[in-house]
């Protein structure tokens, strides 16, 4: 199985798990760390560090919510040296696409996969209406 770990601004993480639960249910392997106001870059650095080395024994895809955010920068210091995959940019669509499918697929499967659909999970709404 592959794990997840979310890592986010505030508890975006948590809540996209939550709210997963929803329409999946229980999602395993799945774990997220906030960064939360009046944390310290490297209290981040630290619970991230302690996450992957713990969840990277496994194959691992990390998933941050904002390109040269925080959690993002946290996550692309410890790559260094380490075999996990980080993807940023997640929202809740893509999220359950991968959580639902991620024993079907290698993880550079699932990168492409979810750059592919990426791009398909947000749509202008009023061009749609236009359109159809």
């Known amino acids: 199985m592959i794990n997840i770990l979310l890592v986010t601004h505030g ?6 798990l939550k709210s997963s639960e929803l329409i999946i ?5 799945a774990e997220s760390i906030p960064f939360e106001q009046g944390e310290s870059f490297e209290e981040l650095l630290a619970k991230v560090e302690e996450a992957v080395e713990r969840l990277s024994k496994d194959d691992l895809i990390v998933f941050t919510d904002m390109y040269g955010g925080s959690p993002f920068i946290a996550v692309s210091r410890v790559m260094k040296g380490m075999n996990f995959y980080h993807i940023t940019g997640i929202n809740f ?10 024993d079907s697929y290698t993880l550079e499967e699932i990168a492409e996969k979810i750059i592919k659909n990426g791009k398909k999970s947000i749509v202008f709404v009023n ?3 236009l359109t159809d």
């Open 11 to 16: 508890n975006f993480g948590k809540e996209l």
């Open 25 to 29: 249910g229980k999602v395993e392997n």
């Open 93 to 102: 669509p893509l999220f359950i696409d991968i959580a639902v499918n991620r």
């Open 127 to 129: 061009e749609q209406f």
